[in-house]
Nanobody, 119 residues
Framework: QVQLVESGGGLVQAGGSLRLSCAAS????????MGWFRQAPGKERASVAT????????AYVDSVKGRFTISRDNTINTVYLQMNSLKPEDTAVYYC????????????WGQGTQVTVSA
């Protein structure tokens, strides 16, 4: 069973930056599509960014384009989310997840890390 562990969340002022990390166990990390999701209080979990197995293809929700960057290092089984120019509306619990291919269910989830952006 793959385990995903997020870290790097915290409290930051609007305009600040944070970098989230998601460390994965298992030898097949490099074959999986990875994604970052977030869930704000009272809202459903939503996709923020995804990255293919090689790191060459990424996608972002419109609200974070130009501010967030997803990347991965397959040598250490880690995916990152660099978040710049943070806004109060970015406040949420951030989760990483993985799936075997496009269109497949997201099969493994981390426990989440809290990001709070103060105005």
């Amino acid at each position: 069973q793959v385990q995903l562990v997020e870290s790097g969340g915290g409290l930051v002022q609007a305009g600040g930056s944070l970098r989230l990390s998601c460390a994965a166990s298992g030898r097949t990390f490099r074959t999986y599509i990875m994604g970052w999701f977030r869930q704000a209080p009272g809202k459903e979990r939503a996709s923020v960014a995804t990255i293919d197995w090689s790191g060459s293809s990424t996608a972002y929700v419109d609200s974070v384009k130009g501010r967030f960057t997803i990347s991965r290092d397959n040598t250490i089984n880690t995916v990152y989310l660099q978040m710049n120019s943070l806004k109060p509306e970015d406040t949420a619990v951030y989760y990483c997840a993985q799936r075997v291919r496009a269109g497949a269910p997201w099969s493994s989830w981390g426990q989440g890390t809290q990001v709070t952006v103060s105005a």
